[in-house]
């Protein structure tokens, strides 16, 4: 069963350093998202991408955020620079169609811890 | 924004009982509704979802129904197992949008054998 990918599954980073965290979404699939979770807590939206554009942000995602689709199959997330309330799960998805009609398949998630 | 509002936040029942986990939602446009059930340390797995030009639906031993007008929606699982424990989360979405998934927060179930 094809599956959403991330890596790495944990990162450690220093505040104040850049993170890339990265997806490889279903092969098939044309949307793309990422999610964050801080520990205990619900799941937040963070962005939405499609057609190489961002597609729709949360006001979580702040200019410290961006997304990149570098090649036909990673989708990237960079945290610029990092701060202590980052620390979170961050959660990459796919879906093969928007507007409900797909589901939205879930990576396993890295865990970002910063320190 | 749309807001949506889970209870119980822990929900402890006994193997066989059934179990129901309610939640509200604020966005009149919201039209599709996904449950996930997450288990410790992994990924949200979608279950279950209703959309809104239907009241109620069945798989198996989860059940979802959907009150568009009082904007209350309830997933209930019948015959509970231990491996039903887990946290689930409610969620809604505007399918004119583009999937922005507004998630509940959370209702831990844990299931006594």
């Known amino acids: 069963e094809p599956e959403v990918t991330q890596t790495p599954s944990h990162q450690v980073t220093q505040m104040g350093q850049e993170v890339i965290l990265r997806c490889v979404p279903i092969?098939?699939?044309?949307?793309f998202y990422w999610y964050r979770q801080i520990l205990g807590q619900k799941v937040e939206f963070l962005v939405s991408?499609?057609?190489?554009?961002?597609?729709?942000k949360s006001e979580i995602f702040d200019d410290q955020f961006s997304v990149e689709r570098p090649d036909g199959s990673n989708f990237t997330l960079k945290i610029r620079s990092t701060k202590l309330e980052d620390s979170a799960m961050y959660f990459c998805?796919?879906?093969?169609?928007?507007?409900?009609?797909?589901?939205?398949?879930f990576g396993q998630g890295t865990r970002l811890t910063v320190v | 924004g749309e807001n949506v509002e889970q209870h119980p936040s822990t929900l402890s029942v006994q193997e066989g009982d059934s179990a129901v986990i309610k939640c509200t939602y604020s966005?009149?446009?919201?039209?599709?509704f996904p449950w996930y059930k997450q288990e410790l340390g992994k990924r949200p797995q979608l279950i279950i979802d209703?959309?809104?030009?239907?009241g109620e639906k069945k798989d198996q031993r989860i059940a979802v129904t959907l009150n568009k007008t009082a904007k209350h929606f309830s997933l209930h699982i019948t015959e509970t197992q231990p491996e039903d424990s887990a946290v689930y989360f409610c969620?809604?979405?505007?399918?004119?949008?583009?999937?922005?998934?507004?998630f509940g927060t959370g209702t831990k179930l844990q299931v006594i054998p």
């Open positions: 998805a796919s879906s093969e169609a928007l507007r409900g009609e797909g589901e939205a398949f």
């Open positions: 092969s098939n699939h044309l949307y």
């Open positions: 991408f499609y057609n190489n554009e961002i597609s729709e």
């Open positions: 966005d009149s446009a919201s039209n599709y």
């Open positions: 209703i959309r809104s030009n239907v």
């Open positions: 969620a809604a979405m505007n399918s004119g949008g583009y999937q922005k998934v507004t």
